[in-house]
């Protein structure tokens, strides 16, 4: 029979070939979900320069201490940092959480999942695009707040080197190679969130639920972490080596709890996404 595979699928179907990668990327940027999320990435730093200009004081040179909020103004590259440090612990976070937690879980929502497995996409392959899809989403929404902060930083404060809280100056070329180490600590870092957010996807068609579910597991473990009786079972807390990539400030720089904390995120997002995949193969769609 002509049009017909000996597979039984039509005539120039290619599994491989369904629910590119560009084409769900148009469509998460057409969503005002993701066009918020810039527009928060590119106004959070604008907001804080703000804040600083305005919390500035004329006596604030006599203060012999050295705080965070001082350092930030002391150059563009002084407040990217404060940014990121800023931003770790719960923005980013959030970030993370919504891109990878909304990309299954709102298909289910709007009833249109088994239309798109319908079409017909594989749906490892689904699942794996919306992966990506979502972690191309979140790293461009960390790298967007990082260059808009070092542009509009530069700006605000000059463009000099970096002064480390402990008064350490590095240049302007080693401080940008060190910040993109930060950048790539982070990146890998965050994924423990999103994958996370992402497994609860597969279980959940309530989108809230999947990303709240793992913002709301990241702060019981961060507020476990001040638990001091713990002792080194904290280490393996999914929180662990957050600000680890603070160590990147330090001369020489020390990479021990960098690398700790980078193999640890890999592996708790390798497991996570593979629970996800084991859960969304085994599920019966019907939304």
């Known amino acids: 029979m002509t049009g017909i595979q000996a597979s039984g699928a039509a005539a120039g179907y290619r599994p491989n070939r369904t629910l590119r990668l560009a084409v769900e990327l148009r469509r998460q940027f057409a969503r005002r979900r993701t066009l918020g999320v810039v527009a928060l990435m590119v106004a959070l730093p604008l907001l804080l320069i703000a804040a600083l200009k305005l919390g500035a004081s004329e006596d604030a040179g006599e203060n012999n201490r050295i705080n965070l909020v001082d350092v930030a103004t002391a150059s563009g590259l002084n407040f990217t940092l404060f940014v990121l440090f800023a931003t770790t612990g719960f923005f980013l976070v959030v970030v993370y959480a919504l891109f990878f937690g909304d990309t299954v879980a709102s298909e289910a929502q709007w009833g249109a999942l088994r239309y798109t497995l319908a079409t ?3 749906r490892m392959r689904l699942l794996r695009q919306k992966w990506l899809a979502a972690l191309v989403l979140s790293v461009g929404a960390l790298l967007t707040l990082t260059a808009v902060s070092v542009l509009a930083g530069s700006l605000a404060f000059g463009f000099g080197p970096i002064e480390t809280p402990v008064g350490v100056t590095l240049s302007q070329g080693e ?3 060190r910040l993109t180490g930060m950048l790539g600590y982070l990146a890998v870092h965050l994924l423990v969130v999103g994958t996370l957010a992402f497994w609860f996807s597969t279980i959940t068609d309530a989108p809230l639920a999947a990303v709240g579910g793992a913002v709301f ?6 507020i476990l972490d001040q638990v001091e009786q713990l002792g080194s079972l904290r280490d393996w807390f999914p929180t662990a080596g957050e600000f680890a990539w603070t160590d990147l400030l330090q001369t020489p720089v ?10 640890q995120s890999l ?6 996404t593979a629970l996800g995949f084991r859960h969304f193969a085994r599920r019966d769609v019907t939304s």
Do not use: E, I
């Not at 597991?217 to 961060?222: G, Q, Y």
């Not at 990479?255 to 193999?263: N, P, T």
């Not at 592996?267 to 996570?272: H, I, L, N, S, T």
């Open 120 to 122: 017909p996409v594989p």
């Open 175 to 177: 401080g940008f190679v």
């Open 217 to 222: 597991t990241m702060f019981v473990f961060a």
């Open 254 to 263: 020390s990479d021990g709890d960098l690398f700790r904390g980078m193999v």
């Open 267 to 272: 592996v708790y997002a390798a497991v996570f």
